[in-house]
């Protein structure tokens, strides 16, 4: 059965502090990682997709990247605006799995 | 475009009610999703729509039903509802199954 980690489950952070969220994943065949963010409230609003490990993608302040086991999304320098609940999944054929979260405070 | 829209956005039910929830997406994807939030859980499928005319289960379907109406809309039912189904629904679509799902703003359902 697919299994989805993410750590930690809650990340305080000052504005401008720089840190990682972290995804681990167990699949059969990884067929494709996903970042979603989720506000309070709202549904998840899709952020990036990686394939195969080595990759990694940037958006802003986001920064992900891709290993056989696990998945990293840096936030650097993070603002007021990054506070959020940040989703990981993960897809085996068609189905995603995912993670619980990792919910992110940033204070100014 | 409005993307994926969900009505309603809340809703509260009494045990044994029954309620329709429906998802309507203006992107012309294929497959259409259901989901329930937990807290501390990860999102879990109930059901999905491959394409119009199809629809299978997902990891928790039991006490729900659904109808893909079209191409667009994708409805859950819950016949009976219990209080173990107090929980956020998303949909979501997606240009095929598999491919990057977009989600909709959710219904926050309590059933007493």
């Known amino acids: 059965e697919d299994q989805v980690t993410q750590s930690p489950e809650a990340l305080r952070l000052q504005e401008g502090e720089s840190s990682s969220l972290n995804c681990s994943y167990t699949?059969?065949?990884?067929?494709?990682l996903f970042w979603y963010r989720q506000d309070p409230g709202k549904g998840p609003e899709f952020l990036f997709t990686?394939?195969?490990a080595g990759e990694e993608k940037e958006k802003e302040r986001l920064k992900a990247t891709l290993t056989k086991k696990e998945s990293f999304l840096h936030i650097t320098a993070p603002k007021p605006e990054d506070s959020a609940t940040y989703l990981c999944?993960?897809?085996?054929?068609?189905?995603?799995?995912f993670g619980a979260g990792t919910t992110v405070t940033v204070r100014a | 475009n409005a993307g994926v829209t969900q009505t309603p956005k809340f809703q509260v039910l009494k045990t044994g009610q029954s309620m329709t929830l429906q998802c309507a997406q203006d992107m012309n994807h294929n497959s259409m999703y259901w989901y329930r939030q937990d807290p501390g859980m990860g999102l879990r499928l109930i059901y999905y729509s491959a394409s119009e005319g199809t629809t299978d289960k997902g990891e928790v379907p039991n006490g729900y039903n659904v109808s893909r109406l079209n191409k667009r809309e994708f409805s859950l039912r819950l016949e009976s509802a219990a209080p173990s189904q107090t929980s956020v629904y998303f949909c979501a679509s997606s240009d095929w199954l598999g491919a990057t799902q977009y989600f909709g703003p959710g219904t926050r359902l309590l059933v007493l």
């Open positions: 990686l394939y195969s």
């Open positions: 999944a993960v897809r085996d054929d068609y189905k995603l799995s």
């Open positions: 699949v059969s065949g990884l067929r494709g």
